[in-house]
């Protein structure tokens, strides 16, 4: 789950991370109003969308270079900017053209950054422990850092049993070049990147740009931090800061139904059970010269329930023009499954051609079941491996 760059700070700055004074606005009036309660002598605009890259991207069919970050001097420019963003959607690397509509913006005091870094906690799954990430090179161009210097990102590995150690994060402060008196201030806010990583389960938590402004305070001017769905049961609090408007309106949907969906942008829609026999099918589909439309993870226990709200839902992109069905039958037995399609074409309604593949316990019986509804369900097709129905959906769909 994502939240917006303002919760993200505001759950820092509880940690105990300094972060400059923002107010949130969602009309260009509130924008004014804000510039104003904030001093009324400057402020920066930021648009509140889950994307990163928002200071370098474009405001959708806006006339003049605009993104989603910029200064405001007065409060005119103020209500100006936020009219804009609030009226355009926003395009940057990570929306992909078609861009993201702006529905929230924050009106933040202007901290006259002079030197920006870059911190960020993950899991680094090649050595099992989540690394405390820091670099002298913060900014927008974090991303092409890591790739062209990457001896320019210091890690540090840290034990989940005990968190950032101070001695850590004083030792990283000091390899980033900061001078004895930013320190303490420095490991103030690594202990809270750290604190809320683990406290709130957290897969990512980022500070980028934290900031030495040029009276030489350290803040956290951008942050942005994602959670483990898994482990949302465990914080209230954390799902009370969830904005579904930002969502997929579809993946929402599955989520409803227990399915795990995430829409991509090809042709050829998947329903399979299990995450890694769904990356495979997408794999060969791909190998095969076709592009799929969707990662869909059934689970284990297919239900005939399940499977009709699962062909809806990728039936619901016009873009789809055939289905793979890929099921492996260990703990759903196959006939039930192969029985649980039929009654799925039955109430749906199959317009695009569905390929089915299944294997496992009482596949015989399973194959059985869709041979004799070929008459009843011409668009259903079985295939005998998983070879031959990547093949055949690809060249059906075409």
Known sequence: MKIHEYQAKELLAAAGAPTPKHIVARSPEEAGRAFEELGGTGAMIKAQ????????????????KLGGVKFAPT????????????THDLVTKQTGPEGQKISTLIVQADAEPAKEYYLGMVLDRAIGLPVMMASAEGGMDIEEVAEKHPEKILKVAVSPETGLLPFQAQKLAYELGFPADQIAAVVKVMMAVSQVYFSKDASIVEVNPLAVTKKGEVVVLDAKIDFDDNAL???????????????????????????????????????????????????????????PANF???????????????????????????????????????????????????????????????????????????????????????????????????????
């Open 233 to 291: 049961f465990r914080h209230k609090d954390v799902q009370a800061l969830r904005d579904l408007t930002e969502e997929n309106p579809t993946e929402i949907r599955a989520g409803k139904a227990n399915l795990n969906y995430i829409q991509l942008d090809g042709n050829i829609g998947c329903l399979v059970n299990g995450a890694g026999l769904a990356m495979a099918t997408m794999d060969i589909i791909n190998y095969h010269g076709g592009k």
């Open 296 to 398: 869909l993870d059934v689970g284990g226990g297919v239900t005939a329930e399940g499977a009709i709200e699962a062909f809806r839902i990728i039936l619901s992109d016009s873009g789809v023009k055939g289905i793979l069905v890929n099921i492996f039958g260990g703990i759903a037995k196959c006939d039930l499954i192969a029985e649980a399609l039929v009654k799925a074409g039955r109430e749906v309604g199959f317009q695009v051609p569905v390929v089915v593949r299944l294997e496992g316990t009482n596949s015989a019986r399973a194959r059985e079941i869709l041979e004799g509804v070929k008459a009843e369900l011409p668009m259903i097709r079985a295939a005998a491996g998983l070879t031959e129905a990547a093949k055949m959906v690809v060249e059906l769909s075409k």
């Open 75 to 86: 409060k005119e420019k103020a209500q100006k900017l936020a009219e804009a963003m609030l």
């Open 49 to 64: 969308i889950h994307a990163g890259g928002r200071g370098a991207g474009q405001l959708k069919g806006y006339a003049e």
